[in-house]
């Protein structure tokens, strides 16, 4: 079984500061963590993946998450938050465990909705 | 690269009529096709998954009659909605991933308001 908690459902910055978005998960086997973003009314887009390569995973628009086995967490941060950061992001983990029925079966976080202000 | 398209993005339609949503990938053969169900400030809630030329496989507590799911190409995915009642209504997305490939990529999203 796997399952994805995000600490926070609502996290506010001023343009400029940094983002940090949290993320803790549990799974049966080594698992893929990705996050998403998604803007009002929109699909998800891909922010970055972790897949058991290096644990400091840089995604687009100079979002990064780090994988910590130890504390199983993969927070998602940016260092300086811009207005069109504003939006929903999931944390998601994917059971890779080949040849089950769960191999690629993503599970969502609760989402975090991050709002930048000027 | 990667891209999924998702057809209509927002439909009304009246209280027992059906309704069909398309899922295609435009530029990559998508070997697995899921879909998920989003209601209002909630996360994504995977209904069922696909394989191409084969029977889905819903979770638990979808209705497999009610959400007809055909994969019929690489490149396309439907879900019909049977006889939609007002608690259907909502936001229907589609991901495709790759044979071999676990990353899902997410079309844009359709959504269904039934009158």
């Known amino acids: 079984a796997q399952s994805v908690t995000q600490l926070d459902s609502h996290v506010s910055v001023s343009e400029g500061t940094p983002v940090l978005l949290r993320c803790n998960y549990s799974?049966?086997?080594?698992?893929?963590l990705f996050w998403y973003v998604q803007h009002p009314n929109k699909g998800l887009q891909l922010l970055l993946k972790?897949?058991?390569?290096?644990?400091l995973v840089k995604g687009i628009n100079g979002f990064e998450a780090e994988f910590k086995k130890s504390e199983t967490s993969f927070h998602l941060t940016k260092p300086s938050a811009h207005m069109s950061d504003a939006a929903e992001y999931f944390c998601v983990v994917s059971d890779s465990h080949a040849g089950g029925t769960s191999y690629g079966k993503l599970t969502f976080g609760q989402g975090t909705i991050l709002t930048v202000h000027p | 690269g990667a891209v999924v398209s998702q057809h209509p993005s927002r439909v009304i339609c009246k209280s027992g009529t059906s309704v069909k949503i398309e899922c295609r990938s435009l530029d990559f053969q998508a070997t697995t096709m899921f879909w998920y169900r989003q209601f209002p400030k909630k996360s994504l809630m995977l209904m069922a998954t696909?394989?191409?030329?084969?029977?889905?496989?819903?979770e638990q507590g979808v209705e497999k009659d009610k959400f007809l799911i055909n994969h019929a190409s690489l490149t396309l995915s439907t879900l019909t909605v049977t006889s939609a009642h007002p608690e259907d209504s909502s936001f229907y997305i589609c991901?495709?991933?790759?044979?071999?490939?676990?990353?899902?990529?997410f079309g844009p999203g359709t959504r269904l308001l039934v009158l």
């Open positions: 991901s495709a991933s790759q044979a071999g490939l676990e990353t899902q990529y």
């Open positions: 799974s049966s086997y080594s698992p893929s």
């Open positions: 972790y897949t058991s390569a290096a644990t």
């Open positions: 696909s394989n191409e030329g084969s029977k889905a496989t819903y």
